[in-house]
C-alpha cells in the first residue's frame, strides 16, 4: 500500500468532476486500499478519490471511533434526501479549517463496494454529513464553496499563505 498526496484548496485541480468506475477490478481495490491508508494516516473520517487527483467516483470513509470500520464507496448516488441539520465540517484538502454547513439530516445511498457488489445505506448523524461531504468532492466541490464570498477568500488567503511558509 502507499500514501498517496493530498491536494489542498484552493487547487484547481478538486474543481474536477469524476466519472463513474466501468469495473471494480485489482487496479480499483489497489486505489481503494491506498486510498484507506492515505485517510488513516492523515488522520481523517473520510477522502474522495478527488482529493489523491484521481478523477474516479471512490470514497472511503471511517467515522468508527476505534477506526476500524472502513465503508467503501463506488459510484455512490443519493437516492433520498430527508430534512436538513447544521453541522462543523473540516476537510483534508483545507487543513486547520472548520465551518458550519446546512446539509440533509438523513440521506439513502446506493453504491458499490471494493467487491464490486451493490449496496444501499440509510446514514445519519456524523455518517451522513462526512458521505455528503465526499460525494460533493466527486462533483468538483469543496465544502467552503457553502461560506460566504468573505469566508472563502478569507480562507484561500490561509491557505495560500501556508504554501508560501513551507
Ligand atoms: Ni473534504
Redesign the pocket.
Known sequence: MAILNILNYPDPRLYTVAKPVKEVNKAIQRLVDDMAETMYQAP?I???AT?VDVHLQIIVIDVSEDKNRLQVFINPTVKASIGSREFE??????PGIYEQVTRAEKIIVEALDRDGNVFVIEAEGILSVCIQ??I??LLGK??VQYLSPLKQSRIKNKMQKRVRGR
Open positions: 481523517g473520510g477522502l474522495a482529493q465540517e473540516g476537510c483534508l484538502s483545507v461531504h465526499e460533493d468532492h469543496v465544502f
